[in-house]
């Protein structure tokens, strides 16, 4: 690892990020309160990669009145250190996005500056604790304001200031809590931004002892020699399955609703410009067919993920087994389903994530008046997803809309740039794959809103403008 060469690059970052800086003049007008309180321009929930990325395509646009708040420790955004079990990204290596177009940032060119070109090309995808360092790094190098372990409440538009209130309090321990004031706020907050990881009813009734989700700590050395049942047949719940093994469980079932795992991966088909670029230009209709073909073809477990658990003898699949019900038993917990009843000493359930507004704690002031995908398009018959419909509808730039046009006007200042906005916009928020094309639709569709609305405040600046280049 050579820190010489990588702080050659870093200098060169910094030299393309000078000759690349234009226009260089301040431009978004100062705001503060009747009483005179500071007000931000733009707040970032989230300081992961999605949360990163967009504060800095805003810092090149001259948006610097921002700040990131995030719930994690510094290093820890994200899931890349604390739950994500599998061991490298899923996406392919050359993935681009959160560099925003420029090749030195890009995470290439950091890998070779510390391991060189042979490395990288000997490379396959990338090991997820290095994407966490590698954004560690971004964060550090363009000096995004991130203010770490505090935790976001419930928005407030605030009509008289025309802004939002923010209630911030420190995510960990004591500590007191403040308001923060902000004009528009980016909901950057993952694959969950707009629901929550969610447990089936047949499991929430047991024990919490006896069950953990995938995004959840997990002691794996006490499974050691233990019998654990997983649900689901994502990429999660193999990488939870494989880690119960390395560490040791006697015997892991793993269970899922499919005849077979789904062996196609529609996401590979997804990554073109296209779909990328212009899902989001596509008539209701086509985005809801195409979203919930996606859907319908189902997440597969990756090559190496599924290869990882079935190297083990002690790994069983069961297909068509959905969980019907569970009960404790003693210490453990008896699972019925269709194919017979099984008794485990842990359950992991792998089965992803809700989308529903109201279950996030930071729009309980403003969800009620959100316009989601069933108040605005009703498919075929055929065609209905009750979890699709549950998405927000948003905007070009992945602003919320109203559900009764001029009822919350200022709903279209909070853009929810989470996985929440698959059907509207596609592989955006929370998905590295779309990043390259999202990112500059989010900055711009704030920036435009930061401009239209001071229009005034610029004309009458121009009005004024007097700045001789010679005398006649």
């Known amino acids: 690892m050579s820190s010489s060469t990588l702080a050659a690059l870093e200098a060169s970052i910094r030299r393309d990020l000078e000759h690349l800086d234009y226009p260089k003049r301040s431009w978004v007008l100062p705001r503060q309160t009747r009483e005179g309180r500071p007000v931000l321009d733009v707040l970032v929930v989230g300081g992961g990669q999605s949360g990163l990325a967009a504060a800095f395509g805003l810092m090149r646009e001259k948006v610097t009145n921002l700040l990131v708040v995030d719930d994690s420790p510094a290093g820890l955004a994200g899931p890349w250190k604390t739950f994500a079990r599998m061991i490298t990204l899923r996406t392919p290596k050359h993935v681009t996005g959160p560099d925003h177009n420029l090749p030195n940032l890009c995470i290439q060119s950091w890998y070779e500056a510390q391991y060189g070109e042979e490395a990288w090309k000997s490379l396959g995808l990338i090991p997820k604790e290095l994407w966490a360092d590698y954004l560690h790094w971004y964060h550090r190098l363009l000096g995004i ?17 025309g802004c939002f209130a923010v209630p911030v309090k420190p995510s960990r321990g004591e500590g007191a809590g403040e308001t923060l004031l902000a004009r528009k706020v980016v909901l950057a907050m993952g694959i969950d931004g707009s629901g929550r990881w969610e447990a089936p009813s047949a499991v929430t009734h047991l ?7 995938t995004q959840e700590a997990i002691d794996f050395e ?38 077979t795992l789904p062996t196609v991966n529609a996401y590979r088909w997804a990554e073109f410009v296209g779909f990328l670029k212009h899902h989001g230009d596509l008539p209701d209709a086509d985005r809801w067919r195409f ?72 729009l309980a002031n403003l969800v009620e008046d959100i316009a989601l995908w069933k108040d605005r398009y009703t498919p075929p018959p055929a ?55 999202s990112l500059p639709r989010l900055v711009s569709g704030i ?18 403008f007097d700045l001789k280049e010679f005398e006649p």
């Open 222 to 259: 006490a499974l050691r020699g233990k019998r654990v049942g997983v649900l689901g047949a994502g990429a999660s719940a193999f990488d939870n399955a494989s880690v119960a093994l390395e560490r040791g469980a006697g015997a892991v079932h793993l269970f899922y609703r499919r005849k």
């Open 447 to 464: 920036t435009r809103q930061l401009y239209v609305e001071d229009k005034d405040a610029h004309f009458a600046s121009l009005m004024k």
């Open 291 to 362: 979203i919930r073909r996606i859907m319908e073809m189902g997440q597969l477990p990756p090559t190496d993920t599924y290869r990882r658990a079935r190297a083990f003898p002690q790994f069983h699949l069961h297909p068509e087994s959905p969980w019907l019900s569970t009960r404790a038993v003693g210490d453990a917990a008896e699972v019925t389903t269709p194919q017979g009843t099984f008794t485990f000493d842990k359950l992991i359930i792998g089965s992803g994530t809700v989308t529903d507004l109201r279950l996030r704690p930071e």
């Open 383 to 437: 065609e209905a997803h009750e979890d699709l419909g549950r998405h927000p509808y948003l905007g070009p730039a992945f602003e919320f809309q109203e559900k009764q046009p001029g009822q919350a006007p200022w709903l279209g200042s909070v853009f929810n740039y989470t996985f929440g906005g698959f059907v509207s916009l596609g592989l955006g928020g929370a998905s590295i794959s779309g990043m390259k094309y």
């Open 207 to 213: 024990p919490r002892a006896l069950w953990a989700h």
């Open 145 to 161: 304001p991130v203010r770490h372990e505090t935790r976001v409440g419930a928005l407030t538009w605030l009509p008289e200031e």
